[in-house]
């Protein structure tokens, strides 16, 4: 029998009983009296509370208790007792029995329907998945389940379908709506070369893509699988519940058996008086409050942080983030974009970029790209006798004149006093500049910046609100650190650091406190994982999940202060329901020992089995509600950053 | 008299429930059955699991078969977080958890809302 039926079946033979009750200040019975009582309670008793019985004996036997223990003990001696002084002629207490049983099995139907609510964010994300994909086998296009999907086909995507796996287009160019797996709210344009992820949908236009991850190697399968790894996760603050729980249900009964003992010793009450007393305690006390506080928290704190684009890896890491003073940024490709680009051309624009650009055209080094990226589709003139000066620059002939672009160091020419003065201006402000010569003069500077990301300067803002100390690790010098630490708010810097020691530089942080460390989780690992927490960022598919213990789907630095203002949050919420289940039997207990009753503040069994069902119901809604709290850091509409 | 019986009885009582269920008692343990290139090991959930301590060899792919004759709703699912696994158990039927055995160590498991315990040995 289910819980339901059996709270149904329990709840229907009850109603007579409450009838019965409400009725007797008016003098009222309904006929039958205590055979009535008998009957019904014993049916609930057989049925609706036959399981609680049979797992608090099963468990016994274990030297075991639980929950089943209480309600089983609690119900159990209101019953026999009830039968005893039916049969000498006493006044009967069934009623207490069956609303015992009633209540608890309300809670019950409840809670489970919590549990599942709170617990459905993998199947969610499971549903995301498409069910089918049209695979181009021999130049025909193909529906085929996505068993069947192997790396290496190439697969056809209309717009409003959706895309399969992960791989990269090979044709076609669409915006795609990549919001249940990144979070990010804006579709996404893309075209050839860019990469897709499988559950995506195509939006506008037909694409064309080659598979490349498929079945548990996709994105979605590894959030999947490490959301639900984290629901299940244990935090280090549950230690104190388990301890508690192991010893929680004994400690109840014997100050049940306490409780009857002054009552009907010391105070001298009728036996059936201290009895209640005594099943009131038994029923009150609620392991289960206890027991969920934690798991439900952390389940659906990270199943929303997972819809966000956040993957949490265990409790903890969350409770971890609680603890946090210092945030560390690795510079490159987590504050600036990692790609250099031309912030300033001194001169003839058209002329020292074409230049320029027609003599970096055959360079490979990341500030000629930048430079011909700024060209744009002028015409470039041709160019020979092309050579790279290895770190310093390239030259050749342009026109029948040589050319020449790099660093003032080896420039065939000295810079003009105005050209010098602007020069020294912009490396001031962190810029690299090189000159462009041609003939016997200098043509010009340009500059370029690897700039920092259009968000980066309302992350760290987000970050100092919550309390934190925002650090950027770099390998540049200190001066051009600390103008592009200016520029987004950073107060901090840690210049001059080799790649190789960036987690030394987060052990001696670490000194002043818990430090997290953001980073592209690809180079930066030793980093990542000598943090407290380890907050790594990815993009696109390319995301390596072990890397942190955060890792943040979309390339998006805003979301490492939604991340730690969610898990802040939820480590709260755990806090707090501890807090109330604890609190609870506190005061629930001397309640029910009847240890106010001068006050006139006493409970029957039956109010303290509804108040042992909505503890545990209380505890898993407030779990629920972490689903809708609201979040400073959590946007709308994202804008669409490259 | 009556009295004196009554504090007699109820601190017997008193004095059972905690050698009962803080004395030492020894945990039901077992080793699970090796065939050929597998082993299995049967727990049966019922007031807790029954073994309560299942030993496996290490790289021996494992599987542990849980089968629930409890109807209470607190045994209803099994969890092993070190593993992310978080199982419904159906009652009376068996259900069947694929244990990767490929590092040695203790790993718990627990119900779902972690009131009764197992432990999984690797080695």
């Given amino acids: ?642 | 008299m009556t009295q004196v019986v009554t504090i007699l009885v109820g601190l017997a009582l008193i004095g059972f429930i905690l050698w009962w269920f803080f004395g030492k008692h020894e945990v039901s343990s077992a080793a699970a059955t090796v065939t050929a290139d597998r082993q299995a090991a049967d727990v049966l959930v019922d007031g807790g699991y029954k073994p309560e301590v299942v030993t496996l060899k290490q790289g021996v792919p494992a599987t542990l078969r849980f089968t629930r004759k409890d109807p209470s709703a607190c045994l209803d699912r099994v969890v092993f977080p070190d593993w992310g696994i978080n199982r419904p158990l159906a009652q009376d039927k068996v259900e069947e958890i694929t244990i990767d055995t490929s590092k040695p160590g203790e790993y718990e498991w627990a119900c779902g809302m972690d009131m009764f315990h197992g432990k999984v040995i690797i080695k």
């Fill in chain 1, 1 to 642: 029998m289910s819980t339901r039926t059996r709270f149904w079946l329990s709840l229907l033979l009850s109603l007579p009983m409450l009838v019965n009750m409400l009725l007797m200040p008016f003098g009222l019975h309904l006929p039958g009296g205590e055979w009535l009582q008998l009957v019904l309670t014993t049916l609930i008793m057989a049925f609706s509370a036959w399981p609680f019985v049979h797992t608090a004996w099963a468990a016994f036997k274990n030297h075991h208790a639980n929950m089943d223990t209480l309600v089983a003990i609690g119900t159990l001696t209101a019953y026999l007792y009830s039968l005893y002084a039916m049969a000498t002629g006493r006044a009967v207490f069934f009623e207490s029995a069956a609303f015992v049983t009633t209540f608890v099995l309300l809670g019950q139907v409840f809670e489970e329907r919590m549990r599942n609510n709170a617990s459905d964010a993998v199947a969610k994300l499971g549903n995301l998945q498409a069910k089918e994909a049209t695979v181009i086998r021999d130049g025909q296009p193909t529906r085929l389940p996505l068993s069947e999907v192997e790396v290496g086909d190439l697969i056809q995507v209309k717009p409003g379908e959706k895309i399969a796996v992960d791989g990269t287009i090979v044709a076609g160019q669409s915006a795609v709506n990549e919001a249940m797996v990144t979070g990010e709210s804006m579709p996404v344009e893309k075209g050839v070369g860019d990469p897709v992820i499988g559950a995506t949908i195509n939006q506008t236009g037909t694409l064309q893509f080659k598979a490349e991850k498929v079945g548990d190697d996709t994105l979605l399968a590894q959030i999947m699988e490490m959301v639900r790894r984290a629901q299940n996760s244990h935090a280090p603050i549950q230690k104190l519940t388990d301890k508690v729980a192991d010893i929680f249900v004994p400690v109840v009964l014997v100050l049940a058996i306490l409780t009857f003992l002054v009552w009907n010793v010391l105070l001298k009450a009728p036996v059936a008086t201290a009895l209640i007393y005594a099943v009131a305690v038994v029923v009150i006390a609620c392991p289960c409050a206890l027991g969920l506080a934690t798991p439900t928290a952390l389940m659906v704190g990270t199943g929303r942080s997972a819809r966000l684009g956040i993957l949490i890896k265990n409790g903890e890491v969350l409770e971890e983030v609680n603890r946090l003073k210092t945030v560390a940024f690795d510079k490159t490709g987590t504050i600036t974009t990692g790609q250099p680009a031309v912030t300033d051309v001194i001169g003839d624009c058209d002329r020292v970029l074409t230049l320029a650009a027609a003599l970096e055209k055959s360079s490979e080094h990341p500030l000629a790209t930048a430079i011909v990226a700024a060209a744009g589709d002028r015409d470039l003139p041709a160019v020979a006798d092309f050579a790279a000066v290895a770190g310093k620059g390239v030259r050749g002939t342009v026109d029948g004149q040589p050319a020449w672009v790099g660093t003032a160091a080896l420039a065939p020419h000295d810079l003009p006093e105005d050209l010098a003065e602007q020069s020294t201006q912009l490396m001031k402000a962190a810029k690299t500049v090189v000159l462009v010569d041609q003939g016997e003069e200098v043509l010009g500077l340009i500059a370029i910046q690897d700039q920092p990301k259009p968000t980066a300067a309302a992350a760290i803002a987000n970050l100092k609100e919550q309390g934190l100390t925002p650090v950027m690790i770099t390998g540049d010098n200190q001066a051009v650190a600390e103008a592009i630490a200016r520029q987004v708010g950073i107060d901090r810097v840690v210049a001059g650091v080799l790649p190789g020691d960036k987690a030394a530089t987060v052990k001696q942080l670490q000194q002043e406190g818990p430090v997290a460390f953001v980073g592209d989780g690809i180079n930066d690992a030793p980093a990542l994982s000598t943090a407290d927490v380890g907050i790594a960022m990815g993009s696109g598919t390319d995301i390596a999940i072990d890397a942190g213990g955060i890792v943040l789907v979309k390339n998006d630095l805003r979301d490492v202060g939604l991340a730690i203002e969610l898990s802040r949050k939820t480590f709260k919420r755990i806090k707090l329901n501890l807090f109330w289940a604890f609190v609870y039997n506190v005061i629930g207990i001397p309640i029910a020992a009847g240890l106010f009753v001068s006050l006139g503040l006493a409970l029957s069994p039956e109010l303290a089995g509804l108040a042992m069902a909505f503890s545990s119901l209380s505890v898993v809604t407030s779990s629920v509600l972490l689903n809708t709290t609201h979040l400073k850091g959590e946007r709308k509409l994202a804008p669409a950053v490259a």
